[in-house]
């Protein structure tokens, strides 16, 4: 049996269990058991966290770039001693099978390592023919983190933060506390007191954090509603909001497609990470003639999961993360239109939600969810009108066997990033940037852009003469 952290957070360097009741209890998404209350920061220390921050911004962008770096490597050292034990307790809380938050969880150290090589390259200047040009950071930073991996996203924003020589304000889902913790209980003990702090809550925490001006830049990865909330916030003082949203996610199937391979594509993506991540398959757009023998091929692959404990290696896919998450998901699946066929095998008690395709309806909007529509084209044209129908644009992905010919289409693909013929988490290059276009969000991350987010660039120089 996992034993799971209170709920607690860190503020000016020291540790107090929450007390603020959010009002309902966590759960175990194998059993749908209650796990634990769910519980925030109280508003005294989400003040003291917020004037820690401000105290000790000026010391930590004064502090040098190679300082910074050594602190975040010796961080990376240190969460790589316990990544095993953060994403056993991210499998617990969130559903996802342990196999993936596994890979997943080399960004929990691997986030600080590459943040600090960078810094150690020069990213921090870039000065033109004896004229300086300094990027300086912000000053405090809040990084408000979804439940769906949220201590790979929380030490990649972290990273990048700190690495600018921003004081971090870290908030994570309510939903999924638990990881996380352990992760501020390393930064803590390597970090001077005020630099990293972790505070508990719900979307109020979030809101009253955003809203303060001594909060320099927010870096929001979430739902588009709480996108907006934060882009309000930011709006009326014109500090910089980086938002990553929702997708509606096309994958668009060519007439040469292998069937296998469209399958093998469409069921990864559909239910990699219980289909609750932003980049999952949203609407698959298949040749018309084709459609009948697609849905097939990908119903026997969705059916083929072995479904169960989340914690258990051989799981292939697990729970949602919430009862309350799986009746969202339901209900947004009868309200679709159209047909929708699941498929699988599901354990009798759970939050269990067999994957789903949709025939005879197109989606609108993001279920966040193991669902899909399937929609049938009859020309390239179209198809890629298709892909381009909704007003999100996360993620795009193409699968066809004359690669050329799938590249054109992917040019045409309006989304941040267009894969062909691939469908992991990954990206498709780790220093190549995470763009987001239209209700997806704004502004770049990247190994390189988040950093780079956290700062505004100063220029200094000499005129001469021409």
């Known amino acids: 049996m996992i034993e799971l952290p209170e709920t607690a957070d860190l503020v000016d360097g020291r540790w107090a269990r929450c007390t603020e009741d959010l009002g309902f209890d966590l759960e175990n998404p194998a059993t749908g058991e209650p796990a634990a209350r769910a519980l925030g920061s109280s508003g005294a220390r989400a003040e003291a966290a917020l004037a820690a921050a401000d105290r000790v911004a000026a010391a930590w962008a004064g502090t040098p770039a190679e300082r910074r770096a050594d602190l975040l490597d010796a961080a990376s050292a240190a969460l790589r001693d316990r990544t095993g034990e953060i994403t056993a307790l991210e499998s617990f809380a969130t559903g996802v099978p342990i196999r993936q938050t596994t890979g997943l969880g080399l960004i929990v150290h691997g986030a600080f390592a590459l943040a600090a090589a960078q810094i150690r390259q020069g990213l921090l200047r870039a000065d033109r023919d004896g004229v300086e040009v300094h990027h300086l950071p912000w000053g405090p930073a809040l990084c408000l983190v979804p439940w769906n991996a949220p201590a790979p996203m929380a030490a990649h924003k972290a990273a990048s933060a700190l690495a600018a020589g921003c004081p971090?304000?870290?908030?994570?889902?309510?939903?999924?506390?638990?990881?996380?913790?352990?992760?501020?209980?390393?930064?803590?003990?390597?970090?001077?007191?005020?630099?990293?702090?972790?505070?508990?809550?719900?979307?109020?925490?979030?809101?009253?954090?955003?809203?303060?001006?001594?909060?320099?830049?927010?870096?929001?990865?979430?739902?588009?509603?709480?996108?907006?909330?934060?882009?309000?916030?930011?709006?009326?003082?014109?500090?910089?909001?980086?938002?990553?949203?929702?997708?509606?996610?096309?994958?668009?199937?060519?007439?040469?497609?292998?069937?296998?391979?469209?399958?093998?594509?469409?069921?990864?993506?559909?239910?990699?990470?219980?289909?609750?991540?932003?980049?999952?398959?949203?609407?698959?757009?298949?040749?018309?003639?084709?459609?009948?023998?697609?849905?097939?091929?990908?119903?026997?692959?969705?059916?083929?999961?072995?479904?169960?404990?989340?914690?258990?290696?051989?799981?292939?896919?697990?729970?949602?993360?919430?009862?309350?998450?799986?009746?969202?998901?339901?209900?947004?699946?009868?309200?679709?239109?159209g047909q929708a066929i699941s498929y699988g095998d599901m354990p009798g008690k759970g939050n269990y939600l067999a994957p789903a395709l949709i025939t005879g309806a197109d989606l609108a909007d993001e279920i966040f969810g193991p669902v899909a529509a399937v929609v049938p084209y009859d020309t390239e044209e179209e198809a890629v009108a298709l892909a381009n129908a909704t007003p999100y644009g996360l993620e795009g992905y193409v699968v066809g066997a004359d690669e050329e010919r799938a590249l054109d289409v992917a040019r045409r693909v309006r989304a941040g990033e267009v894969k062909v013929n691939g469908s992991s988490v990954l990206s498709l290059h780790l220093f190549t940037p995470r763009p987001a276009w239209g209700l997806s969000g704004l502004v770049d991350e990247g190994t390189a852009e988040t950093i780079r987010f956290f700062t505004g660039t100063r220029v200094v120089g000499v005129e001469r003469a021409p």
Not at 218 to 239: E, K, M, W, Y
Not at 242 to 247: A, H
């Open 168 to 337: 971090v304000v870290l908030k994570v889902s309510e939903y999924a506390p638990y990881g996380t913790r352990v992760l501020a209980e390393v930064l803590g003990e390597i970090l001077p007191p005020g630099v990293f702090q972790l505070v508990m809550g719900d979307a109020r925490t979030g809101a009253l954090l955003a809203a303060d001006p001594r909060i320099r830049a927010v870096s929001f990865t979430g739902g588009l509603a709480g996108g907006r909330a934060v882009a309000a916030a930011c709006a009326s003082a014109l500090r910089p909001a980086q938002l990553e949203l929702g997708g509606n996610n096309p994958l668009v199937v060519l007439p040469d497609a292998d069937t296998g391979a469209a399958a093998a594509s469409a069921a990864e993506l559909l239910t990699s990470l219980n289909g609750q991540w932003c980049r999952a398959l949203g609407r698959l757009i298949v040749p018309r003639p084709r459609l009948p023998e697609l849905v097939a091929a990908v119903g026997e692959r969705l059916a083929a999961l072995r479904a169960g404990d989340p914690l258990d290696p051989e799981t292939e896919y697990g729970p949602l993360v919430h009862s309350a998450h799986l009746r969202r998901v339901r209900d947004a699946t009868e309200n679709a239109g």
